[in-house]
């Protein structure tokens, strides 16, 4: 996983930013591991929020495929916070165009083309932690798909 990013001076801010990005990579880590259950994308989340329910699924639907993943995934993001500092909302553009599913029984990697279906936009709202100092944690994602305006 690859991610750009709008450099941040505001130290609330850039925790938001770097946890949402933890929630990212903590669904393709499940996805590795092969586990729908696993805790990192849960400690990134929310219970029962819409954020874990998406990576949940996301997960979920690559174990039942018995797909894995390889190759790279490149985020552009960036953050808005109101000036309470207490929830921020964490825009990326996302390029699947090089990430690829992998089998997990014959260890084939799915090649395929390029598509429009390979960009999205994901806008995630992020609220500070009440249990920990410093973190961030994903409560509501929202995808649109097929986002020509993500392509590079």
């Known amino acids: 996983m690859a991610f750009a990013r709008e450099e941040l001076s505001d130290p609330a801010q850039k925790a938001a930013l770097n946890d949402a990005e933890n929630f990212l990579r903590s669904i393709n880590y499940a996805i590795l591991r092969q586990d729908a259950q696993d805790p990192a994308y849960k400690f990134y989340s929310y219970t029962l929020e819409s954020a874990q329910k998406y990576a949940y699924e996301e997960i979920k639907k690559r174990v039942n495929g018995k797909a894995s993943i390889t190759g790279i995934q490149i985020f552009s993001g960036r953050v808005k916070m109101p000036s309470n500092k207490k929830s921020a909302t964490v825009y990326f553009c996302r390029d699947n165009s090089r990430l690829y ?12 083309e390029e598509s429009i279906s390979d960009y999205s936009y994901l806008r995630i709202e992020m609220k500070r932690s ?21 392509m590079a």
């Open 130 to 150: 009440a249990r920990q100092q410093g973190l961030w944690l994903a409560k509501e994602i929202h995808v649109d798909e097929k986002v020509e305006g993500c």
């Open 101 to 112: 599913d992998v089998s997990i029984t014959t260890g084939k990697v799915r090649h395929r």
